[in-house]
């Protein structure tokens, strides 16, 4: 009899997997609407907020975000990875447009995000099922990641 190794965790699932899980509880055709607009805003409004929080030589705290979860898809599977990061880097050029175009950036990103989370919520109870990240706060990474997939294949 083979030994079972209790300590291989969520961590260690491939790309496959996380995304099968996540689309398990994102069936409902509403729910689905909803997250295709929401989870692109509201990963767009956190790189928003961490853009306003500024450090020295790095600009800005959502570069620094950018990489490690860049690293984070990376990890998990090339394809993946690289629209992410297409992705995370327009978020950060409308960062920088809007930011230099003098509007209150923070204030936007917030509204936007509390907007876009009640939305979320809603789908989910349209749904039926509980929000992925509640089981595992590592499907906060996977929403965006099933919605590019959903999009670009």
């Known amino acids: 009899m083979k030994p079972t190794n209790s300590s291989q965790g969520k ?20 729910n689905k609407i909803i997250h295709y607009f929401c989870v692109p805003i509201i990963f767009w409004s956190i790189t ?11 600009e800005n705290l959502a570069i620094v975000m950018t990489v490690l979860v860049s690293i984070y898809y990376v990890s998990k599977d090339l394809k993946i990875a690289m629209q992410m ?3 995370s880097i327009l978020c950060l050029l409308l960062n920088s447009l809007l930011e230099s175009q003098g509007l209150p950036l923070l204030m ?8 876009a989370w009640i939305f979320q ?16 706060l590592q499907f906060l990474l996977i929403g965006p990641a099933w919605i590019v997939k959903q999009l670009f294949g």
Do not use: C, R
């Open 48 to 58: 928003a907020m961490l853009w306003v929080v500024k450090i020295p030589s790095v």
């Open 11 to 30: 961590s260690s699932q491939s790309i496959s997997d996380l995304l099968n899980e996540y689309a398990q509880s994102h069936q409902n055709k509403t």
């Open 85 to 87: 990061i297409v992705f």
């Open 121 to 136: 919520f809603i789908g989910h109870n349209i749904e039926g099922k509980k929000p992925s990240f509640l089981k595992d």
């Open 108 to 115: 936007i990103a917030i509204a936007l995000f509390v907007i």
